[in-house]
């Protein structure tokens, strides 16, 4: 991990207001938690709607996009990373700070503010909270992976995003089962299956099947956009 890279990828990702717009969702999260703890519904099965769907569900994938494809692809667009690919660093070490950067930033906007939510509406009832913010962290990890890919490899990488996580996520894998095992948001929520009790969390995906491929695509994405930013120094050199 190179620090500069670090900093100024930072700075670039949360400076010009972009920090105050990545607070909406967070705090819309947080405003519905209170609500739903003043109601009369059954807060448990209450909280497991929020947090499955609105967090894990929708927050995750959005915030994981926006911050995954604002590291590297605005720099790409402009033209400005031939500065940063002309310093002697290692193509690996620009993707791996990048990817560092990506997944904090999408845990302090999404993990915190699920574990506040869950707390608020159930407090340890369950693990609920803790549950669903283990799931967070690792669906928010391997989002932040695909779409930093996305955004080295394609300049409609919102665009693809979008159409992953809204349509094939939350559409086709609504529908289809056999959708939901190429689901980062299922697999995610297969590991707080396992950490909630009393099946408080269903998960249509097996923990066997989750963890290897969450494993597996972080690390191919990873992989892939190394060499995609390598070939992309070849073709600015010529």
């Known amino acids: 991990m190179n620090l500069t890279v670090a900093r100024l990828t930072v700075r670039g990702l949360l400076g010009r207001r972009r920090g105050i717009l990545l607070l909406v969702a967070p705090v819309l999260l947080l405003v519905v938690s209170l609500i739903a703890k003043n109601s009369d519904a059954d807060q448990q099965a209450l909280a497991t709607d929020i947090l499955g769907r609105l967090s894990l569900g929708t927050l995750v994938p959005l915030l994981g996009l926006v911050i995954g494809t604002g590291v590297i692809a605005t720099e790409i667009d402009d033209g400005s990373i031939v500065y940063l690919l002309a310093k002697p660093l290692p193509r690996w070490k620009i993707i791996t700070t990048k990817l560092a950067?990506?997944?904090?930033?999408?845990?302090?906007?999404?993990?915190?503010?699920?574990?506040?939510?869950?707390?608020?509406?159930?407090?340890?009832?369950?693990?609920?909270?803790?549950?669903?913010?283990?799931?967070?962290?690792?669906?928010?990890?391997?989002?932040?992976?695909?779409?930093?890919?996305?955004?080295?490899?394609?300049r409609n990488a919102v665009v693809i995003g979008l159409a992953y996580a809204l349509v094939w996520e939350s559409l086709v894998g609504n529908f289809v089962d056999g959708a939901r095992t190429l689901s980062i948001q299922q697999w995610g929520r297969s590991v707080a299956h396992t950490i909630a009790t009393d099946g408080a969390i269903t998960a249509p995906v097996a923990l066997g099947v989750a963890v290897p491929l969450l494993i597996v695509v972080s690390l191919a994405a990873t992989a892939l956009a190394t060499v995609k930013l390598a070939g992309l120094t070849l073709s600015y050199d010529e």
């Open 101 to 154: 950067v990506a997944i904090g930033v999408t845990w302090l906007f999404a993990a915190v503010p699920s574990l506040l939510a869950g707390q608020i509406m159930v407090g340890t009832q369950d693990n609920l909270a803790l549950a669903f913010t283990v799931g967070t962290l690792v669906a928010g990890a391997v989002y932040s992976a695909v779409f930093l890919l996305l955004g080295v490899v394609s």
